[in-house]
């Protein structure tokens, strides 16, 4: 986990965590947030947590899983991981 703090206050933080797929024993880094608060989005701070998580991948020699839970701002979200971690896979899921 990494976490960005400006003037004493956390404004951008991941948290991952090494587990496995729940259908097979692959390894992989999964992320159990990705938080950058809304003042700081233009800052630079989401790229560099998404450059600690590639990096935490290389040394491990395991994938990392970033996820986008479904919000306003999902579109928003999947463009700009899309630009920052390539290759990119994808998921789709349906919230009621």
Not at 18 to 30: A, F, G
């Amino acid at each position: 986990s990494i976490v960005i703090k400006d003037g004493g206050k956390i404004v951008a933080s991941i948290g991952l965590r090494e587990t496995t797929w729940d259908y097979n024993d692959e390894r992989i880094l999964l992320d159990r947030w990705f938080y950058v608060h809304k003042d700081h989005r233009k800052s630079g701070h989401a790229r560099a947590l998404l450059w600690f998580a590639k990096e935490a991948s290389k040394m491990k020699g395991i994938p990392v899983v970033v996820s986008v839970g479904t919000t306003k701002d999902t579109l928003r979200k999947l463009r700009f991981f899309r630009k920052y971690m390539t290759p990119f896979g994808g998921s789709f899921i349906y919230g009621v």
